[in-house]
């Protein structure tokens, strides 16, 4: 498998930041690691070669990115909104930087590719997408939480106001940009869950996630998997390699 591994100061951020290139050819993939991930856990965590063929197959090509998570959602020392202003930088740093950066890479000047992640991963793909659909063409988000009130951000009701642009739950009912709603129609939408351990919040948001997307007309393949599906990577796997599988 071809691979390629590039680092760069990041305006945007401030900071070195690396990412790690898998494949030739195909459909560029934005990847986003799970919480208080580094690029190469994709990797690490075995997904790459669990989905060798597709790769190799010319039929996407993963940009596997660093996250600023423990800069942004998990650093508790500082305000709500701090947080959430760093996370916007990291999303400016994907729209000015990566973005463009797939677009050379691909020779493609208009590409959108598509981002994707499990859990936290899940989270940044679908807010970044929903964000930014006129850079993004879709996702596929497997296991995400989907609104910032939950334990996990140690985040409560009353924060929300600081953080509302960030937190998909809330903010997806109130889009009325009709430009950025059209984006959305035209993309490839496929967020997932199972329904077993440790997937109770996920079910829940993916529900409310649902049915925002229905209310704005917004086609979306939206699945839900059995009761022994838990929050793992073994299940990860045989749902990337199904929904691939349905995307080509």
Not at 58 to 72: A, G, N, Q, R
Not at 186 to 212: F, N, V
Request: with cysteine; charged share 25%; net charge negative.
């Amino acid at each position: 498998m071809h691979t390629e591994y590039h680092k760069w100061y990041s305006p945007n951020l401030g900071k070195d930041m690396e990412l790690k290139v898998y494949g030739c050819f195909g459909k560029p993939f934005i990847v986003f690691p799970c919480s208080r991930g580094r690029f190469f856990d994709f990797e690490g965590q075995g997904m790459i070669g669990k989905i060798s063929s597709w790769i190799d197959g010319d039929k996407i090509k993963l940009y596997s990115i660093d996250s600023v998570d423990t800069e942004s959602w998990y650093n508790f020392s500082v305000a709500p909104e701090v947080r959430s202003a760093r996370n916007d930088q990291y999303y400016k740093y994907i729209t000015d930087e990566v973005v463009p950066f797939i677009r050379e890479h691909t020779k493609v000047a208009d590409e959108r590719p598509i981002a994707t992640g499990t859990s936290m991963g899940a989270y940044h793909a679908v807010n970044f997408f929903l964000k930014h659909p006129e850079v993004c063409g879709g996702t596929i988000a497997l296991s995400g939480l989907y609104r910032l009130d939950r334990n996990e951000f140690q985040m409560n009701a009353g924060d929300i106001k600081d953080v509302y642009y960030n937190s998909p739950i809330h903010y997806m009912p109130n889009i009325t940009d009709a430009s950025k709603l059209e984006w959305m129609k035209k993309s490839q939408i496929i967020i997932c869950t199972g329904q077993g351990a440790w997937e109770d919040e996920a079910i829940a948001d993916t529900r409310d996630l649902e049915y925002s997307l229905k209310n704005k007309g917004i086609p979306a393949w939206v699945d839900y998997w059995g009761n022994d599906v838990n929050h793992d990577w073994p299940w990860w796997y045989i749902q990337m390699n199904h929904f691939l599988s349905k995307m080509f």
